[in-house]
Structure formats: structure tokens, C-alpha cells
């Protein structure tokens, strides 16, 4: 939680302020006491109502001063926390968002979901009760019991003996309850992953009236969050009656010495009440810090998760931001190989493509197709063999450099809320609207301009469009600004043949090397160049022609499309 500190900069006055704000407020409660016990010794005593009544205006005058600085410190804490909780979101957001595909494959998308919100708000909740009682209990437990020792330090003794109780009480439940809430807080991570997954395919499990199924599985993975958080809190949940029984019991021990005393003439009854207060005031001290060591140690948890994101290294990156658009060869991969995880699925493979020519990848499930796109993109590096971009090692260049000279189309289409226009200026903000129809146009979009428009409504996901009409929406992005690549992952499998045949025929007029990755003949037949994939291997390449007589896999594929 410390190493997070360092986004409350800019807030660093207020941090300060808050806690003293309370501090101020912890010293006019423990002049309190005091205070009626002299009320009790002598107003009281002496029948002085004169006396009884100005001594009650000044407490009256601390409560309203001490409640006054005491919301002008919860004010400030309020506010540095959620400045803390903005800072914390942005940064966590903007990492998440550089790190490496390897690394959200790793972690999980709903991992990292429940990181930047659950985990952000329990951090940001921290820092708020902190700045709130960090300063203000300690300083209430030390005041309370040196005043108890001033006003009699035999009886002090029984103060100690109750704050020393109470510490290792809670010290015994926290220790108890930590491992369980930290096990609480990972359960979260398999509850959103599974909410994802039913939101996401809502529409599968409804074909399939797998809803009961869902159902129990969510159920299940919820009830197993509910009683770890059940288990932790019955735990704490004993720190209360436990604390209580003490400071009881410390009460009663009080009031049976102190009433000996007060017998004796050694203490006066006004002392006797003060120290009930100050053993009062020290118990509710106390039981604040042990919330908030548990709210802290929840934070932990969540902090540590936090940084692991924070702290993830980021992906090399080159320094070279100048690209010869001239250059002859676009893309050419050397001997490249690459694994995910454990054995290569891709392996060395070998090919390059010229400007303005276009090379078409085909192969079964599986093969590797995608990987080398992801590859082209810098999404992964490769494990071993050299990738070349514009003449140069791709790995020379800033990602943000090589992806912003192509135009990429994944192979499952992205679009996301809002309208039309929206989603075609993600590729280009400042495009004219003369170019949105013009890529619609060569998407095969018209129909879609035609019945949206450019403002229409198009909702998450782009659930009230068809699956071809997402992809050429997708399509239709790649092509809103000049590139000097086009990627097409699978980019007509939504296609029909006709609609297909329309986009790649239109495609022929814009400038720029190409890369079809499909399973589709159709989609690869008129390419310069097709390289055919099995097993990560490249098993045969050339034109369509001669690996139709040349390649058996590739004539596979053609006998099982007709018309091919």
C-alpha cells in the first residue's frame, strides 16, 4: 500500500491538513474529562451553578469547535482519497492498456477488471480512513492514558493492563482473518470472470437453454465468495464482544479501587469519572484501530494486486519513428518462430511481401495464421528469427509507429457503443465525412450508411447489427486512413461469396501492400502470393494456380469449397 502513496502528489497539503484537523479534534476530546471532573470536584461540591454553567458552555464550545474541525478534516481526507482512487484508476488503466498481450493472457481479463475497480476502491477507501485515524487514535490512547497516570498512576495500571489486552486480542484476530479475507479477494476475480462469460454469451447459453447451468455455476463460484467473507467476518465480528467484556471488566475494577480511594480520601469522585472517560475514550480508540488494521489488510491484498500490474514490465520498445514509405519490401519475416506458451506454434517461418502486392495465408484451425498477424502487429515478439518492417527490424521501431502505418481488421469484430461515425474515426478523428462513405463504400457498407447513417445508433458489441455487418464496420475502419499495410484476419468469414468478391475487386484500388488471412479459397485465390500453414509450418506457397497442382493440402481445400 506504501509504494501507492506516491499518487496523492498534488493533494500533499491536504494529507497533512486532514490528519492535524483530527489531531486538533483528539485534544479537545481528552480535555473533556477534565474538565467535568472539576465540574463534579467543585461546581457540583460547592452548589456553584455559576460555576457548573460556564465550565458546561466550554464543553459545549469544544463539542461544536471539535465538530467543526472534525468535518473540515473528514472534508479533506474525502478529498485527497478520491483525487488518490483517479490518479490510482488512470495510471492502473493506462499500464494495463501498455502492457503486453502475453501479459493480460496471463493475469485474465477479469482479473484485471476486479483490479481496477474493486481493488482501486478498497485502496481509495484506505487512504480516506487513514488520513481520518492514523494520527487521531494512537494519540487518543497515548493522551488517555498519560492523563490516567496524572490523575493516579496506581490506577493506571489498570488502563494498561486493558489496552495491552485488547492489542493482543486483535493482534489474534487479524492474524486469524488475514488469510481469509486475501482468499476473499481472489474469489471476486473468478466471480467476474464468470459474469463476463454469461453476459458475453448470453445469446449461446439461451440456444442452448443452458441458463439453469449458468445459473449454478455462478451461484456456486458466488456462494464460495460469500462464506470466505463470511468465514473473515465472523472472525472479526468477535473483536467487539471480546473488547467489551475487557473494558468492563477494567471498568468494574476501576470503580472497586477507585471507590476505595475515593472512601479514603486518596482520590476525588470528579478524578474517579474522568478516569471511566479517558478508559472510555482509549477503548474506542482502540477498537477504531483494529477496523481499520482490518480494512488495511483487505488494502494489502488488493495493493499488491494493483501492483503486480504497476509493476509488470513493459513490452522493449525501439526509438525510431521514421518510416521509409518507399521502401520496396514491406514486411518480411526470417526464420521466425514463436511459442505462447510451451511448444512453438509457429515455426520458422519465412516470407516477404513487396509493395503494393498482396499474399494470401491459408490453413486449418489452428495453423498459426493469427499468430502471424499478431506478430506483424507486435502484439507478441518472436522467440527466435528477426521480423522486418519497411526495410528495417520491426523491433527498431515504436509500436505505436509500425501500428499506425497499418490497417488492421482482427479476425473477431470489435465495435463498440455509441454510432456509426464513432467507431470509423477510432482509425482517424480528424477524417472529413467524404472519407467515413468513401471506406463504408468499399466495406460494401452502403446498405448499413443507407439504413443508420453516420449518427446512427449502434449499441455495445454491436448487437443490433449482423456479424457481416460488424466485420465491415471493422473493414471499413482499416481503410478510413492510407497505410502502408492492410491486415485481413479472416476479415470476410461473415461475407457471402458475391459480397466478398465485391470488397476484394474494390480493394484493388487502394494503394498499399496487403495480407488475407482466411480459410476461405475465395478469399485468397487472387493474391500475388499464398503461403499455406499447418501445424506453425509453412508446407507450400506460391500462386493459386500452382499450389492447386503443387500442394495437396491447399488442393484439399479447394476440392472442399466448390466452386473454388
Not at 370 to 394: H, M, Q, V, W
Not at 407 to 415: D, K, L, M, N, T
Not at 423 to 447: M, S, V, W, Y
Request: net charge neutral; with cysteine; proline share 2%.
Amino acid at each position: 500500500m506504501f509504494k501507492l502513496i506516491k499518487f496523492i502528489k498534488g493533494k500533499t497539503v491536504g494529507a497533512i491538513a486532514a490528519p492535524l484537523c483530527k489531531l486538533i479534534e483528539a485534544i479537545a476530546e481528552l480535555a473533556v474529562p477534565l474538565i467535568v471532573a472539576n465540574v463534579i470536584d467543585i461546581g457540583i461540591a460547592d452548589g456553584d451553578k455559576t460555576y457548573v454553567i460556564k465550565y458546561c458552555v466550554i464543553i459545549a464550545a469544544l463539542a461544536v469547535g471539535g465538530f467543526a474541525i472534525s468535518v473540515t478534516g473528514q472534508y479533506l481526507a474525502s478529498k485527497v482519497a478520491l483525487f488518490f482512487g483517479t490518479r490510482l484508476r488512470e495510471n492502473t488503466f493506462k499500464r494495463i492498456n501498455a502492457l503486453p498481450a502475453a501479459t493480460h493472457d496471463r493475469i485474465g481479463g477479469a482479473s484485471l477488471v476486479t483490479r481496477l475497480t474493486s481493488d482501486t476502491v478498497y485502496c481509495q477507501n484506505t487512504l480516506n480512513m487513514t488520513l481520518r485515524l492514523a494520527l487521531r487514535t494512537p494519540f487518543v490512547i497515548i493522551g488517555a492514558f498519560v492523563m490516567s497516570v496524572i490523575i493516579d498512576p496506581i490506577l493506571a495500571l489498570i488502563f494498561l493492563a486493558m489496552a495491552l489486552t485488547l492489542a493482543c486480542i486483535m493482534s489474534c484476530v487479524l492474524k486469524i482473518t488475514l488469510p481469509r479475507i486475501k482468499k476473499a479477494q481472489k474469489t471476486l476475480d473468478e466471480t467476474a470472470r464468470l459474469s463476463a462469460q454469461s453476459l458475453g454469451g448470453a445469446r449461446v447459453i439461451r440456444a442452448f437453454s443452458k441458463q439453469a447451468h449458468a445459473k449454478a455455476e455462478f451461484e456456486k463460484a458466488a456462494d464460495n465468495t460469500a462464506k470466505t467473507n463470511i468465514s473473515a467476518a465472523r472472525l472479526s465480528a468477535l473483536l467487539t464482544p471480546l473488547a467489551f467484556a475487557v473494558v468492563n471488566l477494567a471498568i468494574i475494577a476501576t470503580l472497586w479501587f477507585g471507590g476505595v480511594k475515593v472512601e479514603n480520601g486518596g482520590l476525588s469522585q470528579g478524578e474517579l469519572v474522568a478516569l471511566i472517560n479517558y478508559m472510555t475514550q482509549a477503548f474506542f480508540a482502540i477498537v477504531a484501530i483494529g477496523n481499520v488494521f482490518t480494512i488495511f489488510t483487505r488494502s494489502s491484498a488488493c495493493a499488491a494486486r494493483i501492483n503486480e500490474i504497476l509493476d509488470a514490465p513493459l513490452p522493449e520498445d525501439g526509438d525510431e519513428t521514421d518510416v521509409d514509405i518507399d521502401a520496396r519490401e514491406v514486411v518480411r519475416f526470417d526464420n521466425v518462430s514463436f511459442a505462447y506458451d510451451g511448444d512453438y506454434d509457429v515455426r520458422g517461418v519465412s516470407f516477404s511481401l513487396e509493395k503494393d502486392k498482396t499474399l494470401g495465408i491459408i490453413g486449418g484451425t489452428g495453423s498459426g495464421k493469427t499468430t502471424i498477424i499478431n506478430l506483424i502487429e507486435r502484439f507478441y515478439s518472436p522467440n527466435d528469427g528477426e521480423i522486418y518492417f519497411c526495410g528495417k527490424p520491426a523491433s527498431r521501431y515504436r509500436a505505436d509507429v509500425v501500428r499506425g502505418n497499418i490497417g488492421y481488421v482482427p479476425q473477431r469484430a470489435a465495435v463498440v457503443a455509441g454510432t456509426l461515425d464513432k467507431n470509423l474515426r477510432i482509425a482517424a478523428p480528424d477524417a472529413t465525412e467524404e472519407r467515413e462513405k468513401r471506406a463504408l463504400e468499399l466495406a460494401q457498407a452502403g446498405e448499413l450508411l443507407a439504413s443508420h447513417g453516420l449518427d446512427g445508433h449502434v449499441a455495445a458489441g454491436g448487437k443490433n447489427l449482423s456479424g457481416g455487418q460488424r466485420q465491415r464496420v471493422n473493414i471499413a475502419r482499416a481503410l478510413m486512413r492510407d497505410n502502408i499495410l492492410y491486415l485481413f484476419d479472416d476479415a470476410t468469414s461473415a461475407l457471402d461469396y458475391k459480397t466478398e468478391r465485391q470488397f476484394i475487386n474494390a480493394l484493388k484500388t487502394v494503394s498499399g501492400a496487403k495480407i488475407f488471412v482466411s480459410q476461405r479459397i475465395s478469399a485468397v485465390s487472387g493474391c500475388d502470393e499464398i503461403l499455406v500453414l499447418d501445424g506453425g509450418e509453412v508446407v507450400g506457397r506460391g500462386t493459386h494456380e500452382t499450389l492447386k497442382a503443387d500442394c495437396p493440402l491447399y488442393a484439399e481445400f479447394c476440392a472442399s469449397q466448390e466452386g473454388a
